[in-house]
């Protein structure tokens, strides 16, 4: 098996999401939500607690179903392609998700294993992974043992284990001190450099974008606004343009 | 066809193990429930439980030997909960999400979970026939190797009912509340601890009950089993319920239908 299958259409983006809507009840948590990640790019997606950041990553991943709408990854349907989809996206979620009973390389191997990824190929792409992640040192010690931002670059190694092209990170960088933050922000960017992976960062923190980043704005459930952030924020910061469009949210 | 199903579905068993491994307390808990059943409860029993010659068994037996299946079925009941718990735990911890967005179909993923659990509590299940045997509690040789596949797949239905439930629990909390609704009336309205005849003596309706519960038919392929012999209806029963539970299970957590749609990982 080869990591990554053939892409499609190599001309599609890395992430196409067209009318997107979700609804828990009668409260719909997502409408009409469209945007693209172009392929090799950092794509933010800027929201306040409860826009709908995590519900979208939710929907994105096929932890929810989306009933309206499409969502494609490398050009794959996620409805009717999931498989080929799935195998395309390396997730970080919000909330950390290591085994901590097991060390780094037993959440590692058993992740590959969850892509198919076994024996041989899934021992030197592990050790790749972890050289990429700066966690070379760690790997025979339990997930427990390791620091919040050392998990976080974990679950990134992790989530790059089958080479997927897109990477999507929820709040990655949410809970960890100022040195931390700045190491995994660095580390994602570094990755888009060399590995060219798309990656779209959902965050509430307007410091973790640079002026250059395509931007998603998410407020209560609607993408308020996209661009450039230098675009979108005009002779303003983008704090302040992000509260003129949100009418005050934080 | 996407290759590597294989290394995904050993992923699952390996991990599984491997977490049994590092959890001794898990299997002492789970050898030592039916332990104390068979040196206790059925030591007790043994002079006031009279019980004439019924099948499977050509004599006369004491009451260990009648109540080793049920403890074996006991076990692998706690164990098919045991894992609906991990469920849960998984789904509160976030662990749950690594596993669903792995690119196989869920239904190839919650049979992989349910397989491994099922071959973590046939482990516990010998162990503690070793101990029963030591004990004096001694099945034909081959009744050892017989009992397996009745293992295998009366783990499968009480797996594949924990795996429902879990897809029903919101929080660990609630978990209790499967102690008391399901666990406790599965295994006392069953013929575990005491022969269909002997219930029906005391009560037609708990006797009807105990005819319709899956696991009295549980015990009864595992007791069957265990001295070489097939009984056609509990595994009917056995395997309808299996794939009943597994086909509910895989609905609950199909993110188009069932309550994940509204509720997620």
Known sequence: MSLTAPRPDSGSPALRVEGVGHSFGRFQALKNVSFAVPRGAFAALLGANGAGKTTLFSVITRLYDSRSGLIEAAGHDLRRQSGEALARMGVVFQSRALDLDLTLRQNLTYHAALHGISGRRARARIEEVAAMVGLEEKMEARAAALSGGQQRRAEIGRALLHKPELLLLDEAAAGLDVRARAEVLALVRGLIAREGVSTLWATHNFDEIEPEDRVILLHKGEVLAQGRAAELAGDQTLTEAFLALTGGAS | ?265
């Not at chain 2, 669903?100 to 992989?112: E, H």
């Not at chain 2, 293992?151 to 439930?165: C, D, E, K, R």
């Not at chain 2, 029963?237 to 299996?242: D, E, I, P």
């Open chain 2, 1 to 265: 066809m996407r290759p590597g199903w294989f290394a995904a579905f050993r992923g699952i068993l390996w991990r599984e193990g491997l977490r049994f491994l590092r959890q001794k307390g898990r299997f002492l808990a789970a050898l030592v429930r039916p332990l104390v059943w068979l040196f206790i409860f059925a030591a007790g029993f043994r002079s006031v439980l009279g019980l004439s010659i019924i099948p499977p068994y050509q004599t006369y037996v004491l009451y260990d030997t009648y109540v080793a299946p049920g403890l074996c079925a006991m076990i692998l009941l706690f164990s098919g909960m045991q894992s609906s718990l991990s469920m849960v735990y998984d789904r509160e911890t976030g662990a749950m999400r690594t596993l669903l967005v792995s690119p196989y179909p869920r239904w190839f993923l919650l049979g992989s979970k349910l397989a491994a659990s099922v071959m973590v509590s046939c482990l516990q299940v010998y162990a503690f026939l070793f101990i029963a045997w030591l004990w004096r509690v001694e099945p034909p040789l081959w009744g050892y190797v017989a009992v397996l596949p009745a293992l295998i797949l009366s783990g499968l239905m009480l797996g594949a009912l924990g795996l429902f439930i879990s897809s029903t629990i919101r929080q660990l909390e609630n978990f209790a509340g499967v102690m008391n609704f399901v666990i406790f009336p599965m295994f006392f309205a069953s013929s575990a601890l005491y022969p269909l005849w002997r219930i029906r003596e005391s009560s037609p309706l708990l006797h009807l009950i105990c005819q319709w519960n899956p696991f009295t038919h549980a015990v009864e392929l595992i007791r069957f089993a265990l001295y070489c012999r097939f009984d056609l209806k509990s595994f009917l029963a056995v395997a309808g319920c299996a794939m009943a539970f597994f086909a509910l299970t895989v609905v609950m957590y199909d993110p188009a239908r069932g309550l994940w749609r509204k509720r997620g990982a």
